[in-house]
């Protein structure tokens, strides 16, 4: 059970390239979303997806793209890259229960845009 | 909006000390509250979590209780360990089926021998 996984784990991007961050969860969880972590900010929410199909802004959308083909992926678009972006993103799966929510974090994607 | 306050850091503690990361949230409904740690180099894991009011959290000797009274989540450990020196997030989710977090700043803690 690999749980969710991301790559690549480390990108360097020039201003105004673009590139795909990918996420994979195993666990069959129908939601999934994108963070990213900046220096004193915490995470911040970016997309996230209810299930195949669907997918909504979070607190921080400008800049990205998502989209929601198969429950296992979720990619993350960043469509020019700029500086700004610079960031460390982390995947995230969860399910809901009786018991409330449980979210799964990959091992995150450090990004840096020069 | 959802609003997660945490200590600001970071924190230096001998190691068998006794830990506090205060955490205060705001929040419109009855959220869920988590506790989330990152050690160096490696994603964020799911410490502990507790879905309503006075429910208790514990994991590996940590514990928290949801103190709706003072909204409040507290993360509090008895003796801590080198291997507890990482980075401890506070979270909140605001409805059951809500996938959407908002975290605090984050706590840096060092345990030093």
């Known amino acids: 059970n690999a749980g969710v996984t991301q790559t690549p784990k480390f990108q360097v991007l020039k201003t105004g390239q673009s590139m795909t961050l990918q996420c994979a969860q195993d666990?069959?969880?129908?939601?999934m979303s994108w963070y990213r972590q900046d220096p004193g900010m915490g995470l911040r929410l970016i997309h996230y997806s209810v299930g195949a199909g669907i997918t909504d802004q979070g607190e921080v959308p400008n800049g990205y793209n998502v989209s929601r083909s198969t429950t296992e992926d979720f990619p993350l678009r960043l469509l020019s890259a700029a500086p700004s972006q610079t960031s460390v993103y982390f995947c995230?799966?969860?399910?809901?229960?009786?018991?409330?929510?449980?979210?799964?974090f990959g091992e995150g994607s450090w990004l840096t845009v020069v | 909006g959802d609003s997660v306050t945490q200590m600001e850091g970071p924190v230096t503690l001998s190691e068998e000390a006794f830990l506090t990361i205060n955490c205060t949230y705001t929040a419109t409904g009855y959220p869920s509250l988590f506790w989330y740690v990152q050690y160096p180099g490696e994603g964020l894991q799911l410490l502990l979590k507790a879905t309503k009011a006075d429910d208790k959290g514990s994991n590996k000797g940590f514990e928290a209780t949801y103190r709706k009274e003072t909204t409040s989540f507290h993360l509090e450990k008895g003796s801590v360990q080198v291997s507890d020196s990482a980075v401890y997030f506070c979270?909140?989710?605001?409805?059951?089926?809500?996938?959407?977090?908002?975290f605090g700043t984050g706590t840096r803690l060092t345990i030093i021998p």
């Open positions: 995230a799966s969860s399910y809901s229960s009786d018991l409330g929510n449980t979210i799964y």
């Open positions: 666990m069959n969880h129908e939601y």
């Open positions: 979270a909140l989710s605001e409805d059951f089926g809500n996938e959407k977090l908002t």
